[in-house]
């Protein structure tokens, strides 16, 4: 789909913090953790692409993927308002789950995560399932048709569906910490990782 794609999962934020649902949430900020993987993010891809680099920008609406992708922006010296939003690119939707503390989900229904997968067991009540997600990702790859290199900021879970799709026939990529960045090229992947890093969360 392009000869160089850089994916990166958005920083930190008060609700990865908090270990509470997010999913289609429209903003939830970063934490100062957040902020320093994001600001980490731009200075390892300015260490591999050099200052201004000719890349085509894309993002998730979501707040958090924009403050990210803006503080990349920043370090790098590209233009913030370049940035193509797109809603396919936003985190699996959690329906229900939304805003609620993993806790009281866990007490409430018992275990709904698989911790060696790093995925759900079960459905977010009015929520998404992967192929849900995995559909929205193909149609952004079906219209995603140039040679260009691309920056694209996500989400984790959304991130791990779009590398799958783009790398492992539709396979669910693996989990990695807020902040990293994979780098894809000729069907290969290559994780960047920047200074700082964060925890891994689910969605």
């Given at each position: ?5 850089y ?5 930190e934020?008060?609700?990865n913090?908090?270990?509470?649902m997010?999913?289609?949430q ?7 953790s957040?902020?320093e ?5 731009g200075e ?6 050099g200052p ?5 920008l894309?993002?998730?609406?979501a707040?958090r993927?924009?403050q990210t ?6 370090v790098l010296?590209?233009?913030y308002?370049?940035?193509r939003l ?6 699996i939707?959690?329906?229900d789950?939304s805003?609620?503390p ?6 409430e ?9 790093r995925l759900?067991?079960k ?5 998404e399932w ?8 193909q ?6 048709e140039?040679?260009?290199p691309?920056?694209?900021?996500t ?7 779009l590398?799958g799709?783009?790398l ?5 990529a693996?989990d ?5 960045i994979?780098?894809i090229q000729?069907?290969r ?15």
């Amino acid at each position: 789909m392009t000869n160089c794609l850089y994916i990166v999962r958005h920083g930190e934020t008060v609700f990865n913090r908090a270990a509470r649902m997010q999913g289609r949430q429209d903003h939830t900020p970063l934490t100062k953790s957040g902020v320093e993987q994001a600001i980490s993010v731009g200075e390892k891809l300015l260490e591999q692409l050099g200052p201004k680099p000719d890349l085509d920008l894309w993002a998730s609406p979501a707040g958090r993927t924009r403050q990210t992708m803006a503080l990349i922006c920043d370090v790098l010296g590209l233009d913030y308002f370049n940035v193509r939003l797109d809603a396919r690119l936003l985190e699996i939707d959690v329906g229900d789950w939304s805003d609620r503390p993993y806790a009281d989900i866990f007490e409430e229904i018992g275990p709904f995560v698989d911790m060696e997968r790093r995925l759900f067991t079960k459905r977010p009540p009015n929520g998404e399932w992967y192929d849900d997600v995995a559909r929205r990702m193909q149609s952004w790859i079906s219209e995603f048709e140039t040679t260009r290199p691309s920056l694209v900021v996500t989400h984790g879970m959304a991130g791990r569906v779009l590398r799958g799709e783009i790398l492992n026939g539709g396979e669910i990529a693996a989990d990695a910490p807020q902040g990293s960045i994979f780098h894809i090229q000729q069907d290969r992947e290559q994780i960047l990782t920047p200074r700082v890093v964060g925890a891994m969360t689910t969605a």
